[in-house]
């Protein structure tokens, strides 16, 4: 596999990546976005587009995105090295390595 192969499997990872951090993804959550205070649970994780999605301040997430919010990261670069480090990915030589291993968010 390639690096965009890559980032769509961790893209495709969402739920798991969700699932991983306490979320019950069949109900609504609070918000992740770290300027939005949600006291009610206005956040859902939206199957068909594989986003989380907040109904009151409009934020739209993918896998990616919410790595970059757990672990303080805003470069784009540094968030891939860490998604592959969460995803055990292996991209050396231009050859992508995948071994699956349970997903523990550490925020």
């Known amino acids: 596999m390639d690096r965009?192969?890559?980032r769509d499997y961790i893209k495709d990872q969402l739920e798991s990546y969700l699932?991983?951090?306490g979320i019950n993804t069949r109900k609504p959550f609070k918000c992740?976005?770290?300027a939005h205070p949600d006291k009610n649970p206005s956040m859902s994780y939206d199957r068909k587009?594989?986003?989380a999605h907040c109904f009151s301040c409009g934020?739209?997430?993918d896998t990616l995105d919410i790595i970059g919010l757990d672990y303080g990261i805003t470069d784009s670069g540094e968030i891939f090295?860490?998604?592959?480090?969460l995803f055990n990915i292996d991209i050396?030589?231009?050859r992508m390595e995948h071994t699956h291993k349970?997903?523990?968010a550490d925020v």
Do not use: C, F, H, V
Request: net charge positive; aromatic share 8%; no cysteine.
């Open 4 to 6: 965009e192969q890559a």
């Open 19 to 21: 699932t991983s951090k």
């Open 32 to 34: 992740l976005n770290p």
């Open 49 to 51: 587009r594989n986003k």
């Open 59 to 61: 934020a739209d997430y």
């Open 81 to 85: 090295k860490k998604a592959y480090e």
């Open 92 to 94: 050396g030589g231009g």
């Open 102 to 104: 349970n997903i523990q």
